[in-house]
């Protein structure tokens, strides 16, 4: 069974860095998967803001290329999401997600099959 546990979400102030973890587990051996950071505001949409997939591709949100960075250890246990020069428009829930097969250049909540629990991120003016 396919388990995503986030942490690392804290309170930091404007300009600040964090760096949010998930664990992954349970997925088959020698499977296509694309792995992403979702974030999600009160009364907002859920938002795509960065995938990488089993190749390495990488994509961002435009919005936070630049300062965020996506990666996973060597064995893919583990996705990544630097978070560098925070503002307080990055506060959200953010949420680590997987899907089976490829990326998309903008991932949809809808097609993603695994969800984390959350990890709250907070940006202080």
């Known amino acids: 069974q396919v388990q995503l546990v986030e942490s690392g979400g804290g309170s930091v102030q404007t300009g600040g860095s964090l760096r949010l973890s998930c664990a992954a587990s349970g997925f088959t051996y020698n499977k296509y998967y694309c792995m992403a950071w979702f974030r999600q505001a009160p009364g907002k949409e859920r938002e795509g803001v960065a995938t990488v997939d089993t190749d390495g591709n990488i994509n961002y949100q435009r919005s936070v290329e630049g300062r965020f960075t996506i990666s996973q250890d060597n064995d893919k246990s583990t996705l990544y999401l630097q978070m560098n020069s925070l503002k307080p428009e990055d506060t959200a829930m953010y949420y680590c997600?997987?899907?089976?097969?490829?990326?998309?250049?903008?991932?949809?909540?809808?097609?993603?099959?695994?969800w984390g629990q959350g990890t709250q991120v907070t940006v202080s003016s």
């Open positions: 997600a997987a899907k089976r097969f490829a990326c998309v250049a903008i991932p949809r909540t809808e097609s993603f099959d695994w």
